[in-house]
C-alpha cells in the first residue's frame, strides 16, 4: 500500500508562485515515477507534470511548461511542484500520483510519465486557487 499526502494548496494572486509537495508513506520509492494532475470543477483530471526515479527526467503539459518544476527528494520521500506565474485558469485541485514500483526490465518513462490511467495510487488532493 502507498499513501501520498499534499501540501501547499491556498488563494494566490495571478502572478504569483507556490509550492506544492507531497510526502510518500512507501517504501522503495525511488522506484516509482511521481506525477502531479489536476483537475477543475467539471473537467476531467489532467497531467501536470511528472519526474522519473532519480529525478533525471521531466515530463510537463503544455499549459504548464516553462512556468512548473517538479522535483523529488528521495531522502525524504517527497516529491515537489513549483508553480510561477500563476493564472486563474491554473485554479484546481491537484493531486499527487504514484506510478510502480518498478524495475529497469518494465520501466519506461517516456511511455508511462504522462498517461494518467497508469498511476496506480492518489493523493487526496490540496485546491489552488488563483484570482484575477
Known sequence: QVQLVEHGGGLVQAGGSLRLSCAASVRAFDSFIMG????????????????????GRTLYADSVKGRATISRDNGKNTVYLQM???????????????????STLDY?????????????YWGQGTQVTVSS
Request: hydrophobic share 35%.
Open 108 to 120: 519506461d518513462f517516456g511511455l508511462r510519465a504522462g498517461v494518467r490511467d497508469l498511476y496506480d
Open 84 to 102: 510561477n506565474s500563476l493564472q486563474p485558469e491554473d485554479t484546481a485541485v491537484y493531486y499527487c500520483a504514484a506510478d510502480g514500483p518498478h
Open 36 to 55: 502531479w494532475f489536476r483537475q477543475a470543477p467539471g473537467k476531467e483530471r489532467e497531467f501536470v507534470a511528472a519526474i522519473s526515479y532519480s529525478g
